[in-house]
């Protein structure tokens, strides 16, 4: 619900237009002075102000460069009386959004609250867009393996042909198909992605082809479904494998002509769509056992594109290390020199497998870049955060991975200095405490923070 701040030191206008605000569901904030109106833009989430032009104290227009200044993007409607239409004219120069004269019209100030209430929330959607636009990772990479996918993604991008993305978990598929829709004449059209996996068999068709108004119980509107929305843009299939035999056979008519109807519905539906799809299953595997229908295999695989895993392509890890932690640095809100993984640190990640490909390096790095302030990270503070903690590992987690490509010493020592340091935070810090409970002196545990450059309290 849209909130509607008045600020207007007549009683009987402020009440006038509060019910007329109020029978049109808004939520409506009221303000005898301008002080009083500041203080409800900084408690309430306000969307919109009536403002007085002609106010004893504060006048009207001091108080539209005070909001101005603090919510550039609240649009502000003057009231004005016919005596100072020029005060209300001045104040639409100062950045009020429009005027309205006194006595208000009904049908004028609806239009007037609808416009304004329109405009600011097409400002929020394009802030999101703009958002999600930033918040999408680059493709980092240059090892031989990258490269050539790199070719392959700006080859296919401009013709409309059909491309199959192939890799493991986390490799980055998604990121190349929607490389792809970026790079192609599409790039200013939808792109609608459709989880193959997480649709229900029964609801596959009403979710791809729409339905209309009445096909079945729940369906109380008629509803575009994803081919329908991607009209002259992309649409990609991810985890196509993971469709059901089923649903393969009518995603396949749907494909060899681009033809389809809405779920209870008569008309042919046409549309201009790029289909791109990808999975991490081994697809040629599950066409072999029957799983998966070999003639949508050749519809949807036109060009693939295998996405090399990370423990393939481990020369990437320097420049892929440096781009996550400056990302994270920005979020945060510092421009200072990310930090780096000393030489042998490096090399344990190197060797390192990775199942969980760049999705778990960015976690790991996320995990070291909120926890660790050193700006040089030794082998034995890389490995703490190193191990399987990504979901959606389907091993039992091995309790010794952390450990695992150490000698026995640093595993030691790492161990040691983990243990230490959760001991010290669940004592609060307090040193001999802490050496009681771990049975050691209070001399000894000294000499090993010491050792492990272990810091008294963070
Ligand atoms: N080359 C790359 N450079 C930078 N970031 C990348 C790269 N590849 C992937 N990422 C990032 O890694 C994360 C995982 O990528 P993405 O979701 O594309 O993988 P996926 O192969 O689709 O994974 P899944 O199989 O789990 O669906 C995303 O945050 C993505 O932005
Ligand atoms: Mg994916």
């Given at each position: 619900?849209?909130?509607?701040?008045?600020?207007?030191?007549?009683?009987?206008?402020r009440?006038v237009?509060?019910?007329?605000?109020?029978?049109?569901?808004?939520?409506?904030?009221?303000?005898?002075?301008?002080?009083?109106?500041?203080?409800?833009?900084?408690?309430?989430?306000?969307?919109?102000?009536?403002?007085?032009?002609?106010?004893p104290?504060?006048?009207?227009?001091?108080?539209?460069?005070?909001?101005?200044?603090?919510?550039?993007?609240?649009?502000?409607?003057?009231?004005?009386?016919?005596?100072?239409?020029?005060?209300a004219?001045?104040a639409?120069?100062?950045?009020?959004?429009?005027?309205?004269?006194?006595?208000?019209?009904?049908?004028?100030?609806?239009?007037?609250?609808?416009?304004?209430?329109?405009?600011?929330?097409?400002?929020?959607?394009?802030?999101?867009?703009?958002?999600?636009?930033?918040?999408?990772?680059?493709?980092?990479?240059?090892?031989?393996?990258?490269k050539?996918?790199?070719?392959?993604?700006?080859?296919?991008?401009?013709?409309?042909?059909?491309?199959?993305?192939?890799?493991?978990?986390?490799?980055?598929?998604?990121?190349?198909?929607?490389?792809?829709?970026?790079?192609?004449?599409?790039?200013?059209?939808?792109?609608?992605?459709?989880?193959?996996?997480?649709?229900?068999?029964?609801?596959?068709?009403?979710?791809?082809?729409?339905?209309?108004?009445?096909?079945?119980?729940s369906?109380?509107?008629?509803?575009?479904?994803?081919?329908?929305?991607?009209?002259?843009?992309?649409?990609?299939?991810?985890?196509?494998?993971?469709?059901?035999?089923?649903?393969?056979?009518?995603?396949?008519?749907a494909?060899?002509?681009?033809?389809?109807?809405?779920?209870?519905?008569?008309?042919?539906?046409?549309?201009?769509?790029?289909?791109?799809?990808a999975?991490?299953?081994?697809?040629?595997?599950?066409?072999?056992?029957?799983?998966?229908?070999?003639?949508?295999?050749?519809?949807?695989?036109?060009?693939?594109?295998?996405?090399?895993?990370?423990?393939?392509?481990?020369?990437?890890?320097?420049?892929?290390?440096?781009?996550?932690?400056?990302?994270?640095?920005?979020?945060?809100?510092?421009?200072?020199?990310?930090?780096?993984f000393?030489?042998?640190?490096?090399?344990?990640?190197?060797?390192?497998?990775?199942?969980?490909?760049?999705?778990?390096?960015?976690?790991?790095?996320?995990?070291?870049?909120?926890?660790?302030?050193?700006?040089?990270?030794?082998?034995?503070?890389?490995?703490?955060?190193?191990g399987?903690?990504?979901?959606?590992?389907?091993?039992?987690?091995?309790?010794?991975?952390?450990?695992?490509?150490?000698?026995?010493?640093?595993?030691?020592?790492?161990?040691?200095?983990?243990?230490?340091?959760?001991?010290?935070k669940?004592?609060?810090?307090?040193?001999?405490?802490?050496?009681?409970?771990?049975?050691?002196?209070?001399?000894?545990?000294?000499?090993?923070?010491?050792?492990?450059?272990?810091?008294?309290?963070?």
């Amino acid at each position: 619900m849209n909130q509607i701040l008045i600020i207007d030191d007549e009683d009987g206008i402020r009440n006038v237009l509060a019910d007329i605000l109020t029978d049109e569901h808004y939520q409506v904030h009221k303000a005898a002075n301008g002080q009083e109106g500041l203080r409800l833009l900084a408690s309430e989430l306000i969307d919109l102000v009536y403002l007085d032009v002609w106010m004893p104290g504060m006048g009207g227009l001091d108080v539209l460069r005070a909001i101005r200044e603090t919510y550039p993007e609240i649009p502000v409607i003057m009231i004005s009386g016919h005596a100072n239409i020029e005060m209300a004219v001045k104040a639409v120069r100062q950045g009020a959004w429009d005027f309205i004269e006194k006595p208000l019209s009904i049908d004028k100030t609806l239009s007037l609250t609808q416009n304004a209430l329109k405009v600011i929330e097409l400002k929020r959607e394009n802030r999101a867009l703009k958002n999600a636009l930033a918040s999408e990772d680059q493709m980092i990479g240059s090892a031989p393996s990258m490269k050539h996918v790199l070719e392959l993604i700006s080859q296919s991008a401009g013709v409309n042909t059909r491309v199959m993305i192939l890799g493991e978990n986390g490799t980055g598929k998604e990121l190349v198909a929607r490389e792809i829709h970026r790079q192609s004449p599409r790039a200013r059209r939808a792109f609608i992605e459709v989880n193959c996996a997480a649709i229900p068999d029964a609801l596959f068709e009403s979710e791809l082809f729409g339905h209309e108004k009445g096909a079945f119980t729940s369906a109380v509107a008629r509803r575009k479904g994803k081919f329908e929305l991607a009209d002259s843009g992309t649409l990609f299939l991810d985890e196509v494998a993971d469709l059901s035999l089923p649903a393969q056979a009518k995603l396949l008519r749907a494909l060899q002509e681009m033809r389809f109807e809405r779920v209870g519905g008569e008309q042919t539906l046409h549309v201009d769509v790029r289909v791109i799809c990808a999975t991490n299953k081994d697809i040629l595997a599950e066409v072999a056992a029957g799983r998966f229908r070999e003639d949508l295999f050749y519809r949807l695989n036109v060009v693939p594109i295998s996405v090399p895993a990370l423990r393939e392509r481990v020369e990437d890890l320097p420049q892929l290390v440096d781009y996550f932690f400056r990302k994270f640095l920005k979020a945060k809100g510092s421009d200072g020199p990310p930090p780096v993984f000393s030489e042998q640190a490096m090399k344990l990640l190197q060797q390192y497998p990775w199942p969980g490909n760049i999705r778990e390096l960015r976690n790991y790095l996320e995990r070291v870049s909120l926890m660790v302030d050193e700006q040089i990270i030794d082998p034995e503070t890389a490995v703490l955060f190193l191990g399987p903690t990504t979901p959606g590992q389907t091993e039992a987690p091995n309790p010794l991975a952390p450990w695992e490509h150490l000698g026995l010493n640093s595993a030691k020592d790492a161990f040691e200095k983990a243990f230490i340091e959760d001991r010290l935070k669940k004592n609060q810090y307090n040193v001999s405490k802490t050496a009681q409970s771990l049975g050691l002196y209070a001399s000894n545990l000294h000499t090993k923070l010491k050792k492990f450059a272990i810091e008294g309290e963070k």
